[in-house]
T-cell receptor, first 113, second 115 residues
Framework: SQTIHQWPATLVQPVGSPLSLECTVE??????LYWYRQAAGRGLQLLFY??????ISSEVPQNLSASRPQDRQFILSSKKLLLSDSGFYLC????????????FGPGTRLTVL | AQKITQTQPGMFVQEKEAVTLDCTYD???????LFWYKQPSSGEMIFLIY??????QNATEGRYSLNFQKARKSANLVISASQLGDSAMYFC????????????FGTGTRLTIIP
């Protein structure tokens, strides 16, 4: 069966520090991968998605970037965090083509101070 | 215009009663899919149910059913015999054009089940 991992689970970082969040998927090949952000009490905002190694689509201009160095690995990064980067970050995967549901990881709660 | 609208920010329901969570959507694409997710306090998004725009019958999954009214662009989630464990945020989402990589989510409804 397929599983999706995210780490760390929680993170507190100072403004201006770098960020690296990692997501890995097991039990499937060639998945679509997604990064979402959820502000407190709000819905999900799609940040990036990837349909293959090295292929990244950005949905929202911002302080963040994403990379997919391996088929089942998706990384969210920032060189300098802003206060507004605080939130709950969720990674998800889906089969390709993306006809049906996305499956989500446990999320990372990021607080920027 | 919002693609997905969930007009109920919060609902309180007595245990064992049925509950309907509203979702309306906006698309001009004839091919689309509608999804419901549950987000408990732990934060993980749990897929509940899916309805395709060409599906003739309403989707059902155990205690969950989707009341799909295509002409009204409505895809309400119905939970029968609610349980305390149903307390969570519920999100409606849409994929326009089968094969589109992206889901668009609504703002969610917080459901609280009262014992």
């Amino acid at each position: 069966s397929q599983t999706i991992h995210q780490w760390p689970a929680t993170l507190v970082q100072p403004v201006g520090s770098p960020l690296s969040l990692e997501c890995t998927v097991e039990g499937t090949s060639n998945p679509n991968l997604y990064w979402y952000r959820q502000a407190a009490g709000r819905g999900l905002q799609l940040l990036f998605y990837s349909v293959g190694i090295g292929q990244i689509s950005s949905e929202v201009p911002q302080n963040l970037s994403a990379s997919r160095p391996q088929d089942r690995q998706f990384i969210l990064s920032s060189k300098k965090l802003l206060l507004s980067d605080s939130g709950f970050y969720l990674c998800a995967w889906s089969l390709r083509p993306a006809i049906n549901e996305q499956f989500f990881g446990p999320g990372t709660r990021l607080t920027v101070l | 215009a919002q693609k997905i609208t969930q007009t109920q920010p919060g609902m309180f329901v007595q245990e064992k009663e049925a509950v309907t969570l509203d979702c309306t959507y906006d698309t001009s694409d004839p091919s689309y899919g509608l999804f419901w997710y549950k987000q408990p306090s732990s934060g993980e998004m749990i897929f509940l149910i899916y309805q395709g725009s060409y599906d003739q019958q309403n989707a059902t999954e155990g205690r969950y059913s989707l009341n799909f009214q295509k002409a009204r662009k409505s895809a309400n989630l119905v939970i029968s015999a609610s349980q305390l464990g149903d307390s969570a945020m519920y999100f409606c989402a849409m994929r326009e054009n089968f094969g589109n990589e992206k889901l668009t989510f609504g703002t969610g409804t917080r459901l609280t089940i009262i014992p």
